[in-house]
């Protein structure tokens, strides 16, 4: 099992920046890749970002490219998504996502562990 936490959301400007992270614990082959998924209200979640845990290689949604940027801290087994020049568009639910093998994906049911979520408000 793998169990994943999300913390760092809340209510901002446009423009302004914010750093959601997501501690992850459990089965270290479980979580190989981690993903960023949003979920806007009456809207379908959406792939954000994602990142492999060896090799950090990373891939994003068109929407966030030069604007949000995905890391991670292996020694403290957390995720980080940075989210600068925040806007309007962005205020969504955000969840991290984990799921084993090689490969970055963007599809929801291709992740075996999810987080419960936090709430990024970005206000005009």
């Known amino acids: 099992q793998v169990q994943l936490v999300e913390s760092g959301g809340g209510l901002v400007q446009a423009g302004d920046s914010l750093r959601l992270s997501c501690a992850a614990s459990?089965?270290?082959?479980?979580?190989?890749?981690v993903g960023w998924f949003r979920q806007a209200s009456g809207k379908e979640r959406e792939f954000v970002a994602a990142i492999h845990e060896r090799d950090t290689r990373t891939s994003y949604a068109e929407a966030v490219k030069g604007r949000f940027t995905i890391s991670i801290n292996s020694a403290q087994m957390t995720v980080y998504l940075q989210m600068d020049s925040l806007k309007p568009e962005d205020t969504a639910v955000y969840y991290c996502?984990?799921?084993?093998?090689?490969?970055?994906?963007?599809?929801?049911?291709?992740?075996?562990?999810w987080g419960q979520g936090t709430q990024v408000t970005v206000s005009s």
């Open positions: 996502a984990a799921r084993s093998g090689w490969l970055l994906k963007s599809r929801m049911d291709e992740y075996d562990y």
């Open positions: 459990g089965r270290t082959f479980s979580r190989d890749v």
